[in-house]
């Protein structure tokens, strides 16, 4: 394989940088405190005020006690004595209210001090002025002192504050909400109905929530747009990734929409890449197939529905309207009579071919056995309504023992353990599971390995074809950086086997698919949610700190 530095499979922790030290816990404790204080301050644009600038101040001005202590060394003997100091950045408009507090350490000879806010610019050879409401952008925080002996503390969140900021940022916040809950509607309330019952709807439908979108859709008198056949398909899919399946996601995409990843490199490279991810974690199907037991994730999932089918009896069917029927060894399908003619590397799951026919249906058989319990007959012209609850499904043995007999019932998007996740006492040491690279086969590793080589000729064939990538550079290198660590899950970038990270995959495939039939590629409610962020965003830039107290998050619960 090529070099480390082109996206290569790593051979060693040398070929990545050493990992970054944790913060101190007194700059975690202030980081979460002005998260909370001031949530609609994008830190990344907009800095909040940490300290007093060393740069920023007149020189008879002292710091010390990591720049949050200020003493006077000046003479002091007249008001042109006096010397001023500003914070190291200037107050974000998405604040709404500021609050920092200073301590008089001691008040010095005269107790000749100031505090208050200025603007970058301002003669620091004065005292500050004191600011109240309606004041301009970019004002920073500001102390000044006159006399010897004078030292002041600042607090610019370091420590809780004496006066309860946060009970008077909840009264401002009440009152913004109640303005916006005021809002006249007059003789639109009809429009807007429908409007809301439609965005409900279609974010149902995104999500594959059949039964509940029918079901709502018949109460609103509205339609559904897309097929219950094609939700259902949709659906599936989905749950094959959020099981971390992605192989099979993969062939039932190829299955259900031919050409859809053929057309979409950067889609195809994406799943490859989250595949890579998950053969390191034990759970796709080129790695599950070599375990005796047939594992599935080392990792549960509880946070969403949409867990795994288990083996056996319980089969995933997936809709079609007219398709061969493939059979599955060790849980991978596999067509005899109908190919992916695809111009990318060969990356496909080993499996045997059978030849069956099914008119309506691809039937994906989870058994390790050459027996398969036929799919049920499903039409696109029935009207017989198919609950969301049939797509239980039942989590099952995990490779290392994080997970025994674990029943979970699922429908439309809501969980019910049946039973306490039990654990493998053999395979447990000082109370933590002992997980292992590709559920801890050797077979297993040496298909992974094959794997991440025919990935990194994806790699190359798609720059060739469509020039260089820096995404898919990164997104190689960060996966094949996972083989450089003993431990892959407790690393620098051990974030990746976080079964939350299939989200992302999952929710672009998603959209690929709609859009290839000619459907919106996102709900309107997630555009108009966005929307309404952006406008947010686009207030506070323009100085109207009232948007700090209108968050989106509020309304969502």
Known sequence: MADAGAGSLPGGDSALPPPLPPPPPEEQELSQRLRRLYPAVNQAETPLPRAWSPKDKYNYIGLSQGNLRVHYKGHGKN???????????????????YYFEVKIVSKGRDG????????????????????????????????????????VDANFGQQPFVFDIEDYMREWRAKIQG???RFPIGDRLGEWQAMLQNMVSSYLVHHGYCATATAFARVTESTIQEEQISIKNRQRIQKLVLAGRVGEAIEATQQLYPGLLEHNPNLLFMLKCRQFVEMVNG????????????PKSQDSYPDSPNLSPRHGSNNLHIHSTGADSPSCSNGVASLKNKQSHSKYP????????????????????????????KSQQHSSTSNQETSDSEMEMEAEHYPNGVLE?????????????????????????????????????????????QFGRELQNLSEQLG?????????????????????????WNCP??????????????????????????????????????????????????????????????YLH
């Open 493 to 554: 970038v051990g974030q990746q086997l976080d079964p939350i990270q299939r989200e992302p995959v999952c929710a672009a495939l998603n959209s690929a698919i709609l859009e290839s039939q000619n459907l919106p590629k996102q709900p309107p409610l997630l555009l108009a949610l966005g929307q309404a962020s952006e406008c947010l965003r686009l207030m506070a830039r323009v100085g109207l700190g009232s948007c700090s107290f209108a968050r989106v998050d509020d």
């Open 346 to 373: 060969a990356l496909s799951s080993s499996s045997s071919s059978s030849s069956s026919s099914s008119p309506s249906s691809v039937n994906y058989s989870e058994s390790n056995s050459t027996d398969s319990t």
């Open 464 to 488: 060739r074809e469509y020039g260089k990538n820096t995404t898919h550079k990164k997104m190689l290198q960060d996966a094949f950086s996972l083989l450089a660590y003993s431990d892959p």
């Open 79 to 97: 008001h042109k004595d006096a010397a001023s100091v500003r914070a190291t950045h200037p107050i974000p408009a998405a604040c709404g209210i």
């Open 283 to 294: 759970t796709d199907s080129e790695v599950r197939c070599f375990s005796a037991r047939s």
């Open 112 to 151: 000749y001090m100031g505090i208050g806010l200025s603007a970058q610019g301002v003669n620091m050879n004065r005292l500050p002025g004191i600011a109240f409401t309606d004041l301009p952008a970019n004002l920073y925080p500001t102390v000044g002192l006159q006399t010897p002996g004078e030292i």
């Open 405 to 449: 007999n674990s029943a979970t019932r699922i429908m439309n998007g809501t969980y019910k353990h049946e039973e306490i996740l039990q654990t493998d006492d053999s395979s447990m040491e000082d109370g933590c599971p002992q997980r292992q690279l590709c559920g801890g086969n050797h077979a297993a590793t040496e298909r992974m390995i």
């Open 179 to 181: 303005t916006i809950k």
